[in-house]
Every structure is written in structure tokens, then in C-alpha cells.
């Protein structure tokens, strides 16, 4: 039985832990800590071509070609006014008027069969909503909060790995399961881009 309940003064994080971290990633890890609602982290800046204005090899969420659509409607969305922060081809896919229990699944194409790494990126805003992904059978992310305020920005790079894919059309399902207590429930949904990266080999382990 627990006796007292007091606040210790020597920190659980192990030594040098944060030391592989930048400041802008331990500013984001404080305030998730810190935050009674438990924003998602963000990801790595997306790799945008100071040329071409694109990620390269990205299938861009407002070129992918709509499966299904359980309500609300998605279009393209010009995203060069937002100034916190950079999208892809400068748009992406809007989808809005959905909630929670509809779905959006979207084509995204493998050139080869494989072992991928799966990166998205989807916008975040303070009416922006909770959702699921999964990617055909796999679900890539259970719940993710797009929850931002008072900029619009973008979740950074999302990585899922080790994700096998036979050539040819798969179905990215993106499904509205809520919003954070602290968002205006308009549970919308932005996405940038997908991009399928061919997975590193796990390195040989030698016999000992």
C-alpha cells in the first residue's frame, strides 16, 4: 500500500538521454509531456526540392486517385498561405464535412514488390481531427491526433517501416475516430503526400 504520494526531485529519464535530440525535438518532447492532452508528435521536415517545390518521389495527396469516400467531400486546397510551414507542391488533399466513423481511402501505387518504409505527411490545425491509417490490411497508426493551435503546419515526416507490398494499387484508409478535447470539432483531415521508400536490409548477423 502506498503511503505517501510526493513529487521527486531526481529525474527516471535515463543520462544523455535527450542528447541525440535536437532543441526543436526536445522542445516538442517537453511539451507532450507537459500537455494534459497529449499532442502527437511531429516528424522530420519533409524534403521539399528547393527547385521542383515537391518531395521527390512523393504520390501527392491531391493527385491520388479517391476509392472511397464515406462522407464529407475532399478536394485540392492551395497551402502557399499558411506561412508555419511548407507542403509539398504547395497543396494538398482537404477533406472536410466527414466524422468520426467515415472513411477516405485513397490508390497509392508500388513500382515494384518489396519491403517499404511508409512515409506521410498530413496537415495538422486546431480543427483538424483524430484519425486511424491503414495502409491495405496493415494499420500504420491506430490514432493520430492532427491537432495543432494557433498554426496550421504539417505532422513532419511519419515513418512506418518494414511494410511488404506486391506491385501494383494499394489502399491508404484513412478513418476519422474523434478529435482532441481541445479542438473545434470540425474533425477535418489534410494530406500532403505519400511516398514508398524501398526498406534497408537488416544487416547479417555473424555466427558467434
Known sequence: EIEERSLSNTSMMPERQLDSLTKDEVRDLIAYLASPTQVAFSGP???????????????????????????????????????????????????????????LGLEVQAAAAGLYDVEIVLTKARDYGVVRLQLDQVVLDPQLDLYNTPEVITTGVLTYRGVQ????????????????????????VGVDYVRLVPAEPAPAVRPQ
Open 165 to 188: 507490398l506486391a506491385e501494383g494499387a494499394h489502399r491508404l484508409s484513412v478513418e476519422i475516430v474523434g478529435s482532441n478535447p481541445a479542438a473545434v470539432k470540425n474533425h477535418m
Open 45 to 103: 521536415k519533409a524534403p521539399i526540392d528547393p527547385q521542383t517545390k515537391k518531395v521527390p518521389g512523393a504520390q501527392e495527396g491531391e493527385a491520388l486517385k479517391i476509392v472511397e469516400k464515406t462522407g464529407g467531400n475532399a478536394v485540392s486546397q492551395p497551402m502557399g498561405g499558411f506561412a508555419a510551414d511548407r507542403w509539398s507542391g504547395s497543396d494538398h488533399l482537404w477533406w472536410t464535412g466527414g466524422r468520426p466513423g467515415d472513411r
